[in-house]
């Protein structure tokens, strides 16, 4: 009897020994990084009425997630004459937009004026 009463005890330390650790992981909480793209996107476009069309930037920060969303603000035709934007998303821990701003706007068929070195 005293090794079912001694693994009794044993499990029931245990198990008060990972309720603990769960308490203090706050990371399980956070959605996963695809999540929180996905969220990220659908929360700009109800916001904006533009379509997100791609995700350019991404990174987990202290204060949550940041991201840099390419957006289509105009359609023309031909396609390359389309106006984009790039828009710097703020989002909180579980991925719930806490504010944006557009950084940029160009023409879908133009090259990147940013230069990235010396030259």
């Known amino acids: 009897m005293s090794n079912t ?3 009794q005890q044993t499990q029931s330390s245990q198990e008060s020994r990972n309720s603990q650790k769960s ?9 996963s990084p695809m999540e929180v793209l996905r969220n990220a996107r659908s929360q700009l476009e109800e916001l904006t ?6 995700v350019s930037s991404f990174e987990q920060t202290e204060e949550g997630w940041s991201l840099e ?11 390359t004459m ?25 023409e879908r068929g133009r090259a990147d004026g940013r230069r990235s070195g010396g030259h």
């Open 23 to 31: 308490n203090h992981r706050p990371a399980e909480n956070r959605p």
């Open 82 to 106: 389309s106006l984009m934007a790039s828009y710097q998303v703020e989002l909180d821990p579980q991925g719930q937009l806490a504010g944006y701003r557009r950084v940029r706007r160009y």
């Open 69 to 79: 969303v390419e957006v289509l603000e105009l359609e023309r035709v031909p396609d």
């Open 49 to 54: 009425g533009m379509a997100a069309e791609s």
């Open 5 to 7: 009463h001694n693994t």
